[in-house]
């Protein structure tokens, strides 16, 4: 099990699925992905690198604390994420970031309460993340040139959680409950104008992921017959298209860099699937916990 910042902070078990045709061969895939992984020498939740195929895993943190929700930052220079390493009986999660194997960690968060979820802002300056400071979950905004300055984005009375930052930088897609149920919004970079993008009532509409070219959104959403799937729409709500076929749940949604293909977990397991949905591979096997992959800018 691990421990991210949700509705409301709590202990989640992730199991998804990405599937329609798995049959065809692995395709060349591009790059590098990121992930969380019980696969740490005691056991321990640690963030993994491998390339898009499975190959060359490496263990980033080897800590024995948990650490989770990998960001890239755009350049793929570093990665921002959660850890408990430093011990604080009152507040266990703060936002930590590496470079991109594993070398110079930085403590970001230092607080009495609980951050989680980084979202890293397109020129690298910012570090948008979540907490529980005020009382509900919130958005809040890291400075990154002086590390001290923290601007607090959304003020409804309800939780707002799981931000990403558009390619362009002008705007954050991020969920929350301020309509009775979990939809995805969009709001400008600095926390104003506020629009419901997925607008389901019926469903819980969550994780928002931009395409690299920012023109569209991949999330998750329980609006097929209430299974949780991985689905895209345009960045203005439109055109929604689902992307995984399963029976099992399909969550956390990472688009590659060629905007071709998205990740999340199946079963325990990293998979790739093609962002039309057509078909989809397993990346990572055996008894190991494999969640939240984030494929490298």
């Known amino acids: 099990m691990t421990v991210r910042v949700r509705f409301p902070v709590g202990v989640v078990v992730l199991l998804a699925a990405c599937s329609k045709n798995t049959t065809a061969p692995l395709p060349p895939l591009p790059g590098q992905i990121a992930f969380v992984s019980d696969r740490g020498r005691l056991g321990q939740f640690d963030i993994f690198l491998m390339n898009a195929d499975g190959s060359g895993m490496t263990d980033l943190t080897d800590a024995l604390s948990l650490e989770d929700w990998p960001a890239w930052s755009v350049d793929g220079s570093k990665l921002a994420f959660t850890s408990d390493r430093v ?25 009495t309460t609980e951050e989680a979820e980084p979202t890293w802002s397109p020129d690298g300056t910012k570090i948008a993340f979540v907490s529980n400071r005020d009382g509900p979950n919130h958005i809040f905004l890291w400075q990154a040139a002086d590390g001290t300055d923290t601007t607090h984005l959304t003020k409804a009375f309800q939780a707002d959680a799981l931000p990403a930052w558009s390619p362009d930088g002008s705007k954050i897609a991020f969920t929350t409950n301020r309509d009775g149920d979990y939809e995805v919004y969009v709001m400008n970079a600095g926390g104003t104008n506020p629009v419901n993008l997925s607008n389901n009532h019926a469903a819980y509409d969550a994780a928002p992921a931009w395409s690299p070219d920012g023109s569209k959104i991949a999330f998750m959403s329980t609006r097929n017959a209430g299974n949780m799937e991985i689905f895209v729409m345009n960045s203005d709500g439109t055109g929604v298209v689902q992307v995984t076929f399963a029976p099992l749940q399909a969550e956390y949604p990472s688009w590659s860099p060629d905007g071709a293909y998205v990740t999340c977990d199946r079963d325990q397991h990293v998979w790739v699937a093609k962002a039309d949905g057509s078909q989809a591979w397993q990346i990572t096997s ?3 916990l494999d969640i939240v992959p984030r494929w490298r800018p």
Request: glycine letters at 10%.
């Open 286 to 288: 055996g008894s190991h």
């Open 87 to 111: 011990v604080n009986a009152t507040a266990p999660l703060d936002i930590f970031v590496m470079n991109a194997d594993g070398t110079g960690v930085v403590q970001v968060t230092n607080d």
